[in-house]
């Protein structure tokens, strides 16, 4: 009864070092999302995919790339690591409008 | 766009104290409203959900009212207990994609 599991848990990068944060979800949602949250900001909306095949950006998608080559799996990359990415990210999925399932959170560091 | 904003924190309170958390939000149609719960260390839990106005969600002994007419959705516990201690967020979702659209967050402390 894994749900939303997300990897890795922890991760100190390098700023302009890459990485690449796995999410995967056996429930057999359509749609996935990365969130992060920062102190004082709730969670906000990085990108996210309606379908496999598919990715669209959020509110914060600037430095980040996505990847849904299977319905499963939804990848968060960072190309170019900047300070002001560290934060916790959050990967969720979904079946439709009603609830979301959180996985338990990446907190990366960019130093 | 959409917005959510909740009432500023950190809330500290006694156990078996009344709590409410306000929030409030901007949306055009009709959204579905959702209390969501952050644990130390964990990831976010639905705590509840409305669907429609008047709607009603219930839980765990917290409850939320969907108001159209006020555009809220405050979270009501009668009784608090230490183990409800948690970051609580409010949150929308107003597009068939079921994206989230979050307040802050209120920090919930209870002591015993």
């Known amino acids: 009864n894994a749900g939303v599991t997300q990897t890795p848990k922890f991760r100190v990068l390098k700023t302009g070092q890459s990485m690449t944060l796995l999410c995967a979800q056996d429930m057999n949602h359509e749609y996935m999302y990365w969130y992060r949250q920062d102190p004082g900001m709730g969670l906000r909306l990085i990108h996210y995919s309606v379908g496999e095949g598919t990715t669209a950006k959020g509110e914060v998608p600037d430095g980040y790339n996505v990847s849904r080559l299977k319905k499963q799996n939804f990848l968060l990359g960072l190309e170019s690591a900047a300070p002001s990415q560290t934060s916790v990210y959050f990967c969720a999925s979904s079946p439709d409008r009603g609830e979301a399932f959180f996985g338990q959170g990446t907190r990366l560091t960019v130093v | 766009g959409d917005s959510v904003t909740q009432m500023e924190g950190p809330v500290t309170l006694s156990e078996e104290a009344f709590l409410t958390i306000n929030c409030t939000y901007t949306a055009t149609g009709y959204p579905s409203l959702f209390w969501y719960v952050q644990y130390p260390g964990e990831g976010l839990q639905l705590l509840l959900k409305?669907?429609?106005?008047?709607d009603k969600g219930s839980n765990k002994g917290f409850e939320a009212t969907y108001r159209k007419e006020t555009t809220s959705f405050h979270l009501e516990k009668g009784s608090v207990q230490v183990s409800d201690s948690a970051v609580y967020f409010c949150?929308?979702?107003?597009?068939?994609?079921?994206?989230?659209?979050f307040g802050q967050g209120t920090i919930l402390t209870v002591h015993p």
């Open positions: 949150a929308l979702s107003g597009t068939s994609y079921g994206k989230l659209t």
């Open positions: 409305a669907t429609k106005a008047d």
